[in-house]
């Protein structure tokens, strides 16, 4: 818990209930015009240039302005652009506040927020709500998808999806580790998750998978600390200075600890649980990398988050996962 202030009674308030943490309301966003709105998006997408327009296509930043449509014309390529061209945006039809407003809604999930409520705030189709949220969790994961792991580092691994839980009857207990009481659909998340730095998640099969991906992931003099399971057995064997705890026995042993992913885990299960109910299958990587996101920005006031949101979303390309997503012009594929 973060004492970022302290209540009547002295004790330790924690940072989501702070002043410090609110820097950014919807309603604001919602309350600015659409001159307002328009300049905001250009001050987040060309932030180096203070709001001044560069060409995405040679970084020039000499432009025509045309007075009629809010479009720029390069005058070294002579190529048209506008603020939304070239990045997850492009081709949106979407009001540019109603996008702000999107985004101010996403980063004030906790637990992040469902297409359902996105779709019934922004009175538009499930569908539009559906893959711009999708959209900004593409934005926000791209960045450590390849990114490597280095310091002290806590790896742990997790199943999601493939089997709801029902009541606890003792007439409806299977063993579920059997193959054939399972349906093929669960994942595990893998987490690598740096003590004072990144929360760097993966999906695989089954946990032994994750060994080949953390081998190449794990800078090399880094200290990994994992549980009792065998998957992580083969980690001594590719040379990594790997700590055990027994968690049968303790949560921590003074040597090895991996708290901080089982928390990282915590914050999955609470979106699943109370706000998503389903996040398996192909769009189990966008969540895990959506909540890690949430994780390492817990401690930053929402007006940050929502310009870390916002900047992801208009510095990465044009999504090829879900552009034509309804129409069926594209596929997700199986993480």
């Known amino acids: 818990m973060h004492a970022a202030g302290r209540s009547g009674k002295g004790r330790g308030q924690h940072f989501l209930l ?57 005058k070294s390529c002579v190529r048209q652009f506008s603020v939304t061209s070239g990045t997850m945006f492009h081709g949106r039809k979407m009001p540019i506040r109603d996008l702000l407003v999107a985004i101010a809604i996403f980063t004030n999930g906790a637990k992040g927020h469902s297409a359902l409520h996105l779709a019934r705030d922004l009175s538009c189709q499930y569908k539009t709500a559906f893959v711009l949220a999708h959209k900004l969790r593409e934005a926000l994961g791209s960045e450590t998808k390849t990114r490597e792991a280095m310091g002290t580092i806590e790896i742990d691994g997790a199943y999601f999806g493939g089997y709801v839980k ?22 595990v998340v893998i987490v690598m998750r740096e003590r004072g730095g990144r929360t760097l998640p993966f999906v695989v099969r089954h946990e032994v998978q994750s ?67 389903h996040i398996a299958g192909p769009y189990l990587n966008d969540y895990a990398h959506e909540m890690a996101w949430r994780e390492d920005a817990r401690r930053i006031d929402n007006g940050t988050q929502f310009l870390l949101v916002g900047l992801a979303a208009l510095i990465h390309p044009p999504s090829t996962r879900w552009k034509g997503y309804w129409q069926r012009a594209k596929r997700i594929a199986p993480s």
């Open 18 to 74: 702070s002043a410090a943490a609110r820097r950014l309301s919807v309603a604001q966003v919602a309350r600015l015009d659409d001159d307002e709105a328009y300049r905001l998006f250009c001050g987040i997408r060309w932030c180096a240039t203070e709001g001044e327009p560069v060409c995405p296509h040679c970084g020039c930043v000499a432009v025509y302005r045309h007075a009629k449509r809010r479009i720029f014309t390069c």
């Open 166 to 187: 029902p009541a606890n009857w003792r007439e409806n207990r299977v063993d579920r580790r059997l193959a054939k009481n399972q349906n093929g659909k669960r994942r």
């Open 211 to 277: 060994v080949e991906t953390l081998e190449k992931r794990i800078r090399p003099g880094s200290t990994v600390h994992a549980d009792e399971a065998r998957s992580w057995d083969a980690l001594y064997y590719a040379g990594i200075d790997v700590k055990r705890i027994n968690h049968q026995e303790a949560y921590s042993d003074g040597e090895a600890c991996t708290n901080g992913a089982e928390s990282f885990f915590s914050r999955i299960r609470r979106a699943e649980i109370g706000m998503h109910h």
